[in-house]
């Protein structure tokens, strides 16, 4: 069982920048990618960028790409998401997910990843 929880989350002018954290917890050892998520109100759960815990290779949504970077460190269990050029758009609720599963396939997909954070909430004004 693993526990993931967010923090960094909060109200930003357009253009600014935020990074989100999640800390991961109990049995940790097998966790193969770690991930970022968000849903705004009335949309479905997006991907954001994932990151192979052991060999630390990254991968973006367009959507975020050249703006979002994320980050692990496995000496402190934990993943980050540099959030900069913060849009309107980009408002939504970030959850962070971990899966033991090797899915790079279809790391985009909600239902690849077994542990879930409670969500931080992003608010970008315009």
């Known amino acids: 069982q693993v526990r993931l929880v967010e923090s960094g989350g909060g109200l930003v002018q357009a253009g600014g920048s935020l990074r989100l954290s999640c800390a991961a917890s109990g049995t940790f050892y097998d966790t193969y990618l770690m991930a970022w998520f968000r849903q705004a109100p009335r949309k479905a759960r997006e991907f954001v960028a994932a990151v192979t815990w052991r060999g630390g290779t990254t991968y973006s949504a367009d959507s975020v790409k050249g703006r979002f970077t994320i980050s692990r460190d496995n000496a402190e269990n934990t993943v980050s998401l540099q959030m900069r050029s913060l849009k309107p758009e980009d408002t939504a609720v970030y959850y962070c997910?971990?899966?033991?599963?090797?899915?790079?396939?279809?790391?985009?997909?909600?239902?690849?990843?077994?542990?879930w954070g409670q969500g931080t909430q992003v608010t970008v004004s315009s």
């Open positions: 997910a971990s899966t033991t599963k090797q899915t790079i396939a279809f790391m985009r997909s909600v239902d690849s990843y077994d542990s």
